[in-house]
Every structure is written in C-alpha cells, then in structure tokens.
C-alpha cells in the first residue's frame, strides 16, 4: 500500500459530461501529481501541485483542471468529456517540490466516457 | 526534450530463465533514474532510484544498473509472480519539478 489513496476506482459516464477525482497524498508528502494512461500513450504527465500551488504544467487539456487544498489532497476535474479520454488516471505524491526522491502512487481512476 | 525508450515490449521467459530489460533516455541533466513495477489495474510500485553512472541497486531477484545513456533491469532467475509491466523514468535536473518522464514499459510474462 503506497498511502496514496484515489477516488472513485470506477467511473463510466457520457460524453460531454463533467467528472471530479480525487486524490489523497501520503501523510507528509506536500506533492502531488496527475498522470494519465492509456494504452497506446504509457503514462502521461499532466500537471503537479505543491503545498497548494500549480508547479509544473505538462500535456493537459484546457478541459481539465486541478488544485490543491489546504489539507493538501488533490481533485482533477474533466469537463466536455470525449471518448478520447477514457483511461485510467492517477495521482501520485512526494515530499518536495522538485527533489530526487520517489513519486508514490495510488492505484488510479478508470474512466470509461460513452 | 526528455525522452525514455524501453525494449523490448514484451519478454517472455521460462521460470529460471534469466535475462534484462533496456531503458535508452535522453535528458538534459539526468537528477534521478527511476524504475516501477506495474501489475495489471494497479498504481506503479517504486521499486529502484538511481542517480549517477555506475551505480548499481538489487531487490531481491531484480537488479538495476546504470551508464550515461541507458539503465538495465536484471532479472535472475525469474519465478512467476515476477510478470508484471516494468518502467523506467527520468527525473529532470534542470527543471524544478519532480515530475518523472516514463518510457512505454516492458511487460514481463514468466512461465512456470
């Protein structure tokens, strides 16, 4: 058990609708980051937080937004839902900003858009 | 731009049957190179860091070891619990992130 706990493990909803994940870190860890997989892209970066604030951006959609709140746990909001999004998203988390330590991760979001 | 290579895609081994695993990177100051463990519908499970060239980690039956230019993955004597889908990552030294950049994967079948 990484410590990184995600919310929901399954979601199946329509295209053009809008969904929520969430992401708690691990107990300590002031990071968080949002991947995304599929299967003909590997793991995908998307955007980190730290200690509430955006620090890196990677290949996200205009569609999707995240933060961080106060209590440091992370939502990744996807809006306009298209069939190209389905995947399986993850969080992932770690101590510091930008140092060479691990990104732990929880065991992901599947999202199925119909 | 950052780049992870991973071959082969896919292994197949016997049980006992040794063998290793590539990861090619490019990257403008490497300040970590990272392997994970994946199994099916699962989160990455860290697994080894390594930092300059010439350092070496194990874990068991896995070995890690790494040049300027790529890192290999030993697998001794392979049991099947070992299947699984292995990443190799790349930490950025020159952005201030700790985002990882990760290859496609290698997945690992061992048959017993």
């Known amino acids: 058990d990484s410590g990184v706990t995600q919310t929901p493990k399954h979601l199946i909803t329509a295209t053009g609708q809008r969904v929520t994940l969430r992401c708690s870190p691990r107990?300590?860890?002031?990071?968080v980051y949002w991947y995304q997989q599929s299967l003909d892209q590997g793991l995908q970066f998307l955007i980190q937080?730290?200690?509430?604030?955006?620090?890196a951006k990677g290949n996200i959609l205009e569609r999707f937004s995240a933060q961080q709140f106060p209590d440091l746990h992370s939502e990744l909001n996807l809006s306009s839902l298209e069939l190209g999004d389905s995947a399986l998203y993850f969080c992932?988390?770690?101590?510091?900003?930008?140092?060479?330590?691990?990104?732990?991760f929880g065991n992901g979001t599947r999202l199925t858009v119909t | 731009e950052d780049q992870v290579t991973q071959s082969p895609e896919a292994l197949r081994l016997q049980e006992g049957e040794s063998s290793s695993l590539n990861c090619s990177y490019t990257?403008?100051?490497?300040?970590?190179l990272f392997w994970y463990r994946q199994d099916p519908g699962k989160g990455p499970e860290f697994l080894f860091t390594?930092?300059?060239a010439g350092e070496e980690k194990e874990k068991e039956r896995l070995k890690a070891t790494l040049t300027k230019k790529e890192s290999f993955l030993h697998i001794t004597a392979p049991k099947p619990e070992d299947s699984a889908t292995y990443l190799c990552?790349?930490?950025?030294?020159?952005?201030?992130?700790?985002?990882?950049?990760f290859g496609q994967g290698t997945t690992l079948q061992v048959k017993p």
């Open positions: 992932a988390s770690s101590q510091g900003p930008a140092y060479n330590s691990p990104l732990h």
């Open positions: 990552a790349v930490q950025d030294g020159s952005s201030n992130t700790g985002k990882l950049i």
């Open positions: 937080y730290y200690n509430g604030e955006e620090r």
């Open positions: 390594l930092y300059s």
């Open positions: 107990s300590g860890d002031l990071s």
């Open positions: 990257v403008s100051g490497l300040r970590g």
